[in-house]
């Protein structure tokens, strides 16, 4: 397995609750392997996120703009990402979205 060196930089607060974590629990061996498994962690959790399947059926919508792919191959791509939108969790994130566009432009009080 080939690996990637990355460079990160913490706020000196960050890294010493990090290893304070570390020190007290002793789950992970050393920093670079708790910031791996955060990265995959937060990855998977991207990965579900509803708001990142819509972005991603966006883009196809995009593509297909400007595909020659058939309209039959464009549906099914469309019909697979649907089936992984959950419509409840969806609405759940335009309410936030609107929330949260509502707050920055009219304040907390709107």
Sequence with gaps: MK??????????????????????????TNKSEFIKEACRAHLRDL???????????????????????SDSEIDAELAALGEKV?????????EEARKETSEQVYGSDA
Excluded: M
């Design 47 to 69: 990965n579900d996120d509803t708001a990142i399947a819509a972005l991603r059926l966006e883009q196809l919508l995009a593509q297909a703009e400007q595909s020659r792919e």
């Design 86 to 94: 959950d419509s409840d969790d969806l609405e759940r994130a335009v």
């Design 3 to 28: 690996y990637a060196s990355v460079s990160v930089k913490f706020p000196v607060e960050l890294d010493t609750e990090i290893e304070r974590f570390l020190d007290e629990t002793g789950i992970y």
